[in-house]
T-cell receptor, first 116, second 112 residues
């Protein structure tokens, strides 16, 4: 079965600082990768996705992520965070194929707090 | 386009009761997945439906069941509720299995 690891449970940054959140997964085959964000009091929203092609993908609100297949990683980055980025961030990977394709495996989430 | 809707948003039940949660996917989406979110276990997959067929089921007891209707709307049922079933139940829809999933606001179930 697939497993997803997010290295940081809680990250605290000041506004304008750069952000990098780590995500590693275990399955070695073809996967689709996602980052979701959950703002306080809101539902999960898709931040960005990777299916194939350019391993550097850009999402909404200035976020980007890089897929490194050799490291089984899909790290999320943002050059300059804002107070409004305070939220919980989830990395997710789908099952890889067949009947598991629609099943998302989630990391435990990283709570990001940005101080103004 | 309207997003994924879930009803009810909040539910309080007592142990031993059963509950049915409802999900309406984004118009045109035929795949619906359900997840349980708890502080202790995080987000865990319950099941996935596509064209009224269950394609995949997570590691949950048989008390958890679901179904999908011909209009792609889905329901999940939990029978003989236990305290540990208290959680946020999330529904997500996608155009097809493997495509990006869009989540609803969830149903907060509290079991007393």
């Amino acid at each position: 079965a697939q497993s997803v690891s997010q290295h940081n449970h809680h990250v605290i940054l000041s506004e304008a600082a750069s952000l990098e959140l780590g995500c590693n997964y275990s399955y070695g085959g073809t996967v689709n990768l996602f980052w979701y964000v959950q703002y306080p009091g809101q539902h999960l929203q898709l931040l960005l996705k990777y299916f194939s092609g350019d391993p550097l993908v850009k999402g909404i609100k200035g976020f980007e992520a890089e897929f490194i297949k050799s490291k089984f990683s899909f790290n999320l980055r943002k050059p300059s965070v804002q107070w409004s980025d305070t939220a919980e961030y989830f990395c997710a990977v789908n099952g890889g194929g067949g009947s598991t394709l629609g099943r998302l495996y989630f990391g435990r989430g990283t709570q990001l707090t940005v101080w103004p | 386009k309207a997003g994924v809707t879930q009803t009810p948003r909040y539910l309080i039940k007592t142990r031993g009761q059963q509950v049915t949660l409802s999900c309406s996917p984004i118009s045109g989406h035929r795949s619906v997945s359900w997840y349980q979110q708890t502080p202790g276990q995080g987000l865990q997959f319950l099941f996935e439906y596509f064209s009224e067929t269950q394609r995949n089921k997570g590691n949950f007891p048989g008390r958890f069941s679901g179904r999908q209707f011909s209009n792609s709307r889905s329901e999940m049922n939990v029978s003989t509720l236990e305290l540990g079933d208290s959680a946020l139940y999330l529904c997500a829809s996608s155009s097809k299995p493997g495509a990006e999933q869009f989540f609803g606001p969830g149903t907060r179930l509290t079991v007393l």
